[in-house]
C-alpha cells in the first residue's frame, strides 16, 4: 500500500487524484456535521489547491495537440488534435477564472 501511494504520489496526475479524494471526503463529511463550516473551507482550500496544481496543464494540451498533427489517419488526427485543443482552450480559461477568484488579475466581464 505504501509503494502505491509512493508511486501515486510522483506524478502531477496523482497529487491531483490524491487532493480530489481528501476534497470530495471533505464534502461527504462536511453534510454529516452539525456545524459544517470548517470542513467546508477545508473544501474550498483544496478545490483552490487543485486548480493551482493544474496550473500550466494548458500549455501541456496545447504541445501534445501539436505532435498528434503528425498521426496518419485522417479521423484520428483531426479528433485527437480538436480534442486537445478545445482542452487546452478550456484549462486556459479555468486558469484566467481562477487567476481572477484569487485576485492576481483583473478579468474585464464586460
Not at 487524484?17 to 453534510?31: E, G, N, P
Not at 482550500?45 to 504541445?63: M, V
Request: hydrophobic content about 45%.
Amino acid at each position: 500500500m505504501l509503494e502505491t501511494l509512493i508511486k501515486l504520489n510522483s506524478s502531477r496526475v496523482g497529487h491531483d487524484k490524491m487532493v480530489r479524494s481528501i476534497q470530495y471526503a471533505c464534502k461527504f463529511l462536511a453534510a454529516a456535521q452539525s456545524n459544517p463550516q470548517p470542513t467546508k473551507n477545508l473544501e474550498s482550500t483544496l478545490r483552490s489547491a487543485r486548480k493551482l496544481l493544474r496550473l500550466g496543464t494548458a500549455i501541456d494540451a496545447l504541445y501534445s495537440s501539436a505532435l498528434s498533427i503528425r498521426h496518419p489517419d485522417l479521423v484520428i488526427r483531426l479528433t485527437v488534435t480538436l480534442s486537445r485543443i478545445a482542452s487546452a482552450m478550456f484549462l486556459f480559461g479555468d486558469h484566467l477564472v481562477w487567476l481572477h477568484s484569487a485576485a492576481l488579475i483583473d478579468v474585464n466581464l464586460a
